[in-house]
């Protein structure tokens, strides 16, 4: 079946402007989690939605970054006023069952965000 | 709290020969501890993961770990690497006490030579 899905695929932007960062998760999946891949660097912990409701934020890192879910599927990741430093590889996976029990996390291929 | 070192950023194998990759972790818990696999343009792969069952682990793609306790350690082997093998290797724990966040290694980045 369809996997984890993420628009679009690389995303060029001046400093400054705002970007919206999709993310489709499997369908049925009620977890949803974003992370952040710096060059060179392994995956950030963003964000993490259970529905459509996100129980821990802890890792978004400014004020800048926001993340909503719709109807337990589709997660938007914004962007306000991007900086050079959030040039990364955007990750999203999905899961069965949220964090309170370890389910396999399935990833999509990220957006790749570069900040002109 | 809880960290992965992945000891080589880089790790480069002839093709048929045995591979290693190398993984310390710190944790104040019991660790669940997996490797991921992430192929050009490709969405991360879970390979194996330990979840505090027999502590050699065997995943797909003839991959294997070990969980050492007394070592901190959970590397990665394979007993022969095929050309398919190259990619980016992510060593990952998360913790129940911590909401099972995945926390990640910086990866390690395996070349087939032929």
């Known amino acids: 079946g369809a996997g984890v899905s993420q628009s679009p695929s690389n995303k060029v932007t001046e400093k400054g402007k705002d970007v919206e960062l999709r993310c489709d998760p499997i369908s049925g999946h009620t977890a949803l989690y974003w992370y952040r891949q710096r060059l060179g660097q392994g995956l950030e912990f963003l964000i993490y939605?259970?529905?459509?409701?996100?129980?821990?934020k802890s890792g978004l890192p400014s004020d800048r970054f926001s993340a909503e879910r719709t109807g337990e599927s589709v997660s938007t990741l914004t962007i306000q006023r991007t900086q050079q430093e959030d040039s990364a590889v955007y990750l999203c996976a999905s899961s069965t069952i949220g964090l309170a029990v370890y389910n396999e996390q399935f990833f999509g291929p990220g957006t790749r965000l570069t900040v002109l | 709290a809880q960290s992965v070192t992945q000891l080589d950023s880089h790790v480069s194998v002839s093709e048929g020969t045995p591979v290693l990759l190398r993984c310390n972790y710190s944790?104040?818990?019991?660790?669940?501890l997996f490797w991921y696999v992430q192929h050009p343009n490709k969405g991360l792969q879970l390979l194996l993961k330990?979840?505090?069952?027999?502590?050699l682990v065997k995943g797909i793609n003839g991959f294997e770990a070990e969980f050492k306790k007394s070592e901190t350690s959970f590397h990665l082997t394979k007993p022969s690497a095929h050309m398919s093998d190259a990619a980016e290797y992510f060593c990952v724990v998360s913790v129940r006490e911590y909401g099972n966040k995945l926390v990640f290694g910086a990866g390690t980045i395996l070349r087939v030579k032929s």
């Open positions: 944790s104040s818990y019991s660790p669940s």
């Open positions: 330990y979840t505090s069952a027999a502590t």
């Open positions: 939605f259970q529905g459509n409701s996100a129980p821990d």
